[in-house]
Nanobody, 121 residues
Framework: QVQLVESGGGLVQAGGSLRLSCAAS????????MGWYRQAPGKQRELVAI???????NYADSVKGRSTISRDNAKNTVYLQMNSLKREDTGVYYC???????????????WGQGTQVTVSS
């Protein structure tokens, strides 16, 4: 079994910063891309940032220049540092990872349970 557990969400004032963490655990053979998505009330889930196993990154235009995604492969953990937060960054942030379980040959996409980020003006 594989689990993704997020932490670091909360309430922050506009202009502030937050750092989200997501740790993968369980019967893991290998981890591919890891990323963060968010879902604002009444909107579809959207990609925020993604980091490949080799370290290359990609960001949504809305967070580019304000956010940094990184990963620690030794800890099976992905981070999202968000700075200069805006009200429109409010939403539930979900971690996603493509994982090859220890027992199996197929890569599977896993999701965390989500962590709420609320930016107040």
């Amino acid at each position: 079994q594989v689990q993704l557990v997020e932490s670091g969400g909360g309430l922050v004032q506009a202009g502030g910063s937050l750092r989200l963490s997501c740790a993968a655990s369980g019967s893991i053979f290998s981890i591919g891309d890891m990323g963060w998505y968010r879902q604002a009330p009444g909107k579809q889930r959207e990609l925020v940032a993604i980091v490949a196993s080799g370290g290359s990154t990609n960001y949504a235009d809305s967070v580019k220049g304000r956010s940094t995604i990184s990963r620690d492969n030794a800890k099976n953990t992905v981070y999202l540092q968000m700075n200069s937060l805006k009200r429109e960054d409010t939403g539930v942030y979900y971690c996603n990872a493509r994982i090859r379980p220890r027992f199996g040959y197929q890569w599977v996409g896993y999701w965390g349970q989500g962590t709420q980020v609320t930016v107040s003006s």
